[in-house]
């Protein structure tokens, strides 16, 4: 099966920063990813799906790129809402996710 | 637009089963190439997939669990169901239920992400 392994874990910013989260896959996706945020005590949330492509409602400061084996999500102007961990998910076999990486408060 | 709420005990004794519902409103679970599926999320951890029932009634079971998981679902009460046999501590976890479909473009048509998901409910493995 297929593994994703995210960096880093924890990723310390401010209001305003551009943040970026790298995914590597252990296999090469045909372009099948999709990135989640979950907040403490709810459920993960669809961001980006087709390693690119904002799910309805996304704001546009999220985005989604890479292929291969390696994708990244980037948030270009961190808001005070978007303090929260992050999955990557792959559904091209199945699906699996990775560890996540949790956004805080610096 | 379609709603998933889980339901069932919220403690579970260690080797009994833990059998969870999951009730999907605003839509049929028969209809529609949806993917009804399990996830579990142990208290501070990340994510893991169980396994699925598809609307036609194939399932799938993740490996590492596929000798303890049974996913049925009842068309009548627009329900599917996950039952875990012989849990331990282990298996102390949220359990959230998700709906994935499909993507299709050009005649080719993919699982798709999980679009869908119910609260989730805290399950405890305790004596």
């Known amino acids: 099966d297929i593994q994703l392994t995210q960096s880093p874990s924890t990723l310390s910013a401010s209001v305003g920063d551009r943040v970026t989260i790298t995914c590597r896959a252990s296999q090469t996706l045909r372009g099948w990813l999709a990135w989640y945020q979950q907040k403490p005590g709810k459920a993960p949330n669809l961001l980006i799906y087709r390693g690119s492509t904002l799910e309805t409602g996304v704001p546009s400061r999220f985005s989604g790129s890479g292929s291969g084996t390696e994708f990244t999500l980037t948030i270009s102007s961190l808001q005070p809402d978007d303090f929260a961990t992050y999955y990557c998910q792959q559904y091209d076999d199945y699906w699996t996710f990775g560890q996540g990486t949790k956004v805080e408060i610096k | 637009q379609v709603q998933l709420q889980e339901s069932g005990p919220g403690l579970v004794k260690p080797s009994q089963t833990l059998s969870l519902t999951c009730t999907v409103s605003?839509?049929?679970?028969?209809?529609?190439?949806?993917?009804w599926s399990w996830i579990r999320q142990p208290p501070g951890k990340g994510l893991e997939y169980i396994g699925y029932?598809?609307?036609?009634?194939?399932?799938y079971s993740t490996p590492s669990l596929k000798s303890r998981i049974t996913i049925p679902m009842d068309t009548s009460k627009n329900q599917f169901s996950l039952k875990l046999t012989s849990v331990s501590a282990a298996d102390t976890a949220v359990y959230f239920c998700?709906?994935?479909?499909?993507?299709?473009?050009?005649?080719?048509?993919?699982?798709?992400?999980?679009?869908?998901w119910g609260q989730g409910t805290l399950v405890t493995v305790s004596s």
């Open positions: 998700a709906r994935a479909g499909l993507h299709c473009s050009n005649g080719v048509c993919h699982q798709a992400p999980f679009d869908v």
């Open positions: 029932i598809y609307y036609s009634g194939n399932t």
């Open positions: 605003g839509g049929s679970i028969s209809s529609g190439d949806n993917y």
